[in-house]
């Protein structure tokens, strides 16, 4: 059974950091995908960023580019999301989600990619 835990959110002023973390289980990570959306209150849900199954490629939503850093440590089957310079509205439960993947080289952007979510967490920045 597939279980992501997402820890790390916060209350953080604008311009401040968060660091989040997905561990999963249930997977082998290392031949999974992974991905990073949020979603804010009455929005849906939106991609942020993603990662390759060995970490060699990224991919970043416009908002979040040169600001965030996606990463991943198979060793230890967690992954993470630097948040920096955050903004008011980055504001939004954030998920982590894992994707089957056949390539170290694929990532994938769109939320219908994936099947298996976490419960999220709270991200608020302050102005």
């Known amino acids: 059974q597939v279980q992501l835990v997402e820890s790390g959110g916060g209350l953080v002023q604008a311009g401040g950091s968060l660091r989040l973390s997905c561990a999963a289980s249930g997977v082998t990570f290392s031949f999974y995908a992974m991905g990073w959306f949020r979603q804010a209150p009455g929005k849906e849900r939106e991609f942020v960023a993603a990662?390759?199954?060995?970490?060699?490629?990224?991919n970043y939503a416009d908002s979040v580019e040169g600001r965030f850093t996606i990463s991943r440590d198979n060793a230890r089957n967690t992954a993470y999301l630097q948040m920096n310079s955050l903004k008011p509205e980055d504001t939004a439960v954030y998920y982590c989600?894992?994707?089957?993947?056949?390539?170290?080289?694929?990532?994938?952007?769109?939320?219908?990619?994936?099947?298996?979510w976490g419960q999220g967490t709270q991200v608020t920045v302050s102005s």
């Open positions: 989600a894992p994707r089957p993947s056949g390539s170290s080289k694929l990532v994938y952007t769109q939320k219908d990619d994936y099947t298996y």
């Open positions: 990662i390759s199954r060995n970490g060699g490629s990224t």
